[in-house]
């Protein structure tokens, strides 16, 4: 077994991350391989990526056997869901474990079992999502043949493994709009008779990029953005496109943008290019726990917002357990868009509450929302946690819970203790790995903190993906 090689497995166990465990037998004894993606019961086709002594990491190929737990549904299987076939009782049995296990190694809480409160099921299993990402390419890969096409018009999915061939999607994927995805090989057809042609990845040339489109629940309203480079622009009738777009969504088309990036990295960010609205508003309006919050294409936003509901509700129970904020200071860092401080803010009025993110387009989202629900105990900093902690030397002692809701790689040590430092009597953790979390839960406990309770929240079905929701609580200074 050499780098680079394919293989077949057997997979029959699941760690942590997604990750499809199968045991090669050999003299020594069962060589352990890592298959992403990959499920207990199938019998799979992976690439090895990385080789060690004692295991192999590999990138799932194939599924050439389904597992027994496996039902097909009728959605087109793409690499962003694994699990989609996989009844949703079982996918989120194994996360509990799976995640849990990590406390129990990582931060060496052995009665992880007692301190677990409950696991948030998202209200949605499916059509959850309410962003979406497209690609075009010229490179596709047929579904039906399952082998490589150039010179082609491909419109969907990544195919797995891949960064240059696109899976194009005839039918919904279950996870996004199902109109929108149903209709959306017309659209394929529609833009493939311009003649113009679909971004081949390797050369950096075409024209068709991606399409984006973000969903608001609330209006039923969908926002569209077509990016395309500039070669040979003249000849595409952006007009008649938005005719199109209208003639198929009706009333629930409330935005057409188009961008123009020349950029030759792959992603599809208005602020790579030049963006111009043809036809409706820009933005639509999303409703969370009962405040109203305007989003733009490129806006920070829950992607699953009725699973962030519960998920809050969860994070802001752990804030009032058992404690009086009255005339008190709450601190929310990596705060994002602000969605919990707002909300806490007009559970508790008279709290006084902080937010801090280093995204300086989130915090001037933040604000505005904040403005739009009338909200006024809100204080928002665009800065670095780290960096804001130590310029306001002031701010310690004088906090009395701190909400940390970080990125998905945790919280570097130095800010950290810099959190510890503040002195807070509580630390409500929203985290969306676990891994982190637990790694950082260990520093907390021998800070003088205590893991009160932890709950799990499903927000994205059918992905290894699950956030955390951490109670912790000061026992000794």
């Not at 293989?7 to 050999?26: N, Q, R, S, W, Y």
């Not at 406990?445 to 009160?452: N, S, V």
Request: with cysteine.
């Amino acid at each position: 077994m050499n780098r680079g090689d394919i293989i077949e497995l057997t997979i029959t166990d699941f760690a942590f991350g997604g990750k499809g465990i199968a045991k090669v037998p050999t003299d020594q004894g069962d060589y352990i391989v890592f298959v992403e993606n990959a499920f207990p019961g199938q019998k799979v086709k992976a690439k090895v990526d990385t080789k060690r002594k004692r295991h192999a990491e590999c990138k799932l190929v194939e599924v050439l056997e389904r597992s027994p737990d496996e039902i097909l549904l009728p959605y087109q299987e793409i690499s962003g869901a694994p699990y989609i076939f996989v009844p949703i009782e079982v996918q989120e049995k194994i996360k509990k474990e799976t995640s849990l296990d990590l406390y129990r190694k990582l931060a060496n809480i052995s009665d992880i079992k007692d301190k677990f409160d409950e696991f948030i099921s998202s209200p949605l299993h499916f059509n959850y999502r309410n962003k979406m990402e497209y690609s075009f390419s010229s490179i596709e890969h047929d579904l039906e043949t399952n082998e490589e096409k150039d010179e082609a018009f491909a419109l969907g999915f990544k195919r797995r493994g891949t960064w240059w061939k696109v899976e194009s999607l005839n039918k919904e994927s279950g996870l996004f709009d199902q109109q929108w995805e149903n209709e959306l090989f017309k659209i394929r057809k529609f833009l493939q008779k311009t003649g113009l042609p679909a971004w081949h990845p390797p050369k950096k040339t075409g024209f068709f990029r991606h399409i984006v489109v973000r969903k608001s629940f609330f209006e039923d309203k969908l926002l569209i953005n077509l990016v395309t480079s500039s070669e040979e622009i003249e000849r595409f009738d952006i007009k008649a496109f938005s005719t199109f777009l209208q003639e198929i969504l009706g009333e629930r088309l409330a935005g057409f943008q188009h961008t123009i990036n020349d950029n030759v990295a792959d992603r599809a960010k208005i602020e790579n290019g030049e963006n111009a609205m043809i036809f409706g508003k820009e933005k639509i309006i999303e409703d969370l726990l009962g405040l109203k919050f305007e989003i733009s294409m490129e806006s920070f936003f829950q992607t699953n917002p009725s699973c962030a509901e519960l998920l809050y509700m969860k994070a802001l129970d752990y804030v009032f357990e058992d404690n009086d904020l009255e005339n008190k200071v709450v601190m929310d860092l990596f705060c994002g868009t602000g969605t919990i401080g707002q909300i806490l803010s007009k559970r508790s009025k008279n709290t006084e509450i902080i937010g801090v993110d280093i995204v300086e387009e989130a915090i001037a989202d933040a604000k505005k929302n904040a403005l739009r629900n009338g909200i006024e105990g809100v204080k928002f900093y665009a800065a670095d946690v780290g960096k804001f902690l130590k310029e306001y030397p002031n701010f310690v002692g004088k906090i009395g819970t701190i909400i940390l809701d970080p990125p998905r790689a945790g919280i570097a040590p130095k800010t950290l203790q810099k959190v510890i430092d503040l002195g807070a009597d509580r630390m409500v953790y929203i985290s969306c790995n676990p891994a982190t979390q637990a790694r950082d839960a260990e520093l907390l406990i021998k800070a003088g903190y205590e893991l009160d309770k932890i709950a799990l929240a499903d927000q994205f079905p059918h992905t290894s993906h699950v956030e955390a929701i951490a109670k912790f609580v000061k026992v000794k200074s």
